[in-house]
């Protein structure tokens, strides 16, 4: 089972260069999330994504885009990357539902 | 608007002991989740256990509990005869449950675990 699969899981940029991070799940799930986490610290959203089409601001969005391309891929970018944003970040999927998120294995970014 | 307090930033237990860990919210939904994560250093995410507001019954999940106060907003995780595996970091989170749209999943800061032998 793939469940939650983020690419690429290493990444390191200089100042002012852009990528995406990609996410796919693979459980059919509705809902899609993009987090942050600092070393030593909790796990931030960013954005967040009820459905194909829809996407929504979370606690730390500034500097950060998103795209829900389809119910399987939601793909977050990084237009002009700061070393403020050296951080893990985590994308997750869950149903409609109170039942838990499942997480990817994160992606690990160093902006230099 | 939602928001989870773990007020334990470290804690070291004794081998086989129990441990409770804490974590306090709040919310204005009366419908909502809580749950519990574990993230070794190895850094992937494990759920661990799952309460849901209305539900009457702590939550329970093998050596894991759930001490679930309504009242006072409180829900602590509570591991019984803890192992040397157990050392780790644990997250609270909560997910306001919004039918209709779209319910943020939002975490606490974490409190580290160290077991010792």
């Known amino acids: 089972n793939a469940g939650v699969t983020q690419t690429p899981k290493f990444q390191v940029l200089k100042t002012g260069q852009s990528m995406t991070l990609q996410c796919a799940q693979d459980?059919?799930?509705?809902?899609m999330y993009w987090y942050r986490q600092d070393p030593g610290m909790g796990l931030r959203l960013i954005y967040y994504s009820a459905s194909e089409g829809t996407t929504d601001k979370g606690e730390v969005p500034n500097g950060y885009n998103v795209s829900r391309l389809n119910k399987r891929e939601f793909s977050l970018r990084l237009e002009s990357a700061a070393p403020s944003q050296t951080s893990v970040y985590f994308c997750a999927s869950s149903v409609e539902s109170n039942t838990e998120a499942f997480f990817g294995q994160g992606t690990r970014l160093t902006v230099v | 608007a939602q928001k989870i307090t773990q007020t334990q930033p470290g804690m070291f237990v004794q081998e086989k002991e129990a441990v409770t860990l804490d974590c306090t919210y709040d919310t204005s939904d009366p419908s909502y989740g809580l749950f519990w994560y574990k993230q070794p250093s190895s850094g992937e995410m494990i759920f661990l256990i799952y309460?849901?507001?209305?539900?009457?019954q702590n939550a329970t999940e093998g050596r894991y509990s759930l001490n679930f106060q309504k009242a006072r907003k409180s829900a602590n995780l509570v591991i019984s005869a803890s192992q040397l595996g157990d050392s780790a970091m644990y997250f609270c989170a909560m997910r306001e449950a919004r039918w209709s749209s779209a319910s943020k999943i939002i975490f606490g800061s974490g409190t580290r675990l160290s077991i010792r032998p």
């Open positions: 309460q849901g507001s209305y539900d009457q």
């Open positions: 459980m059919n799930h509705n809902s």
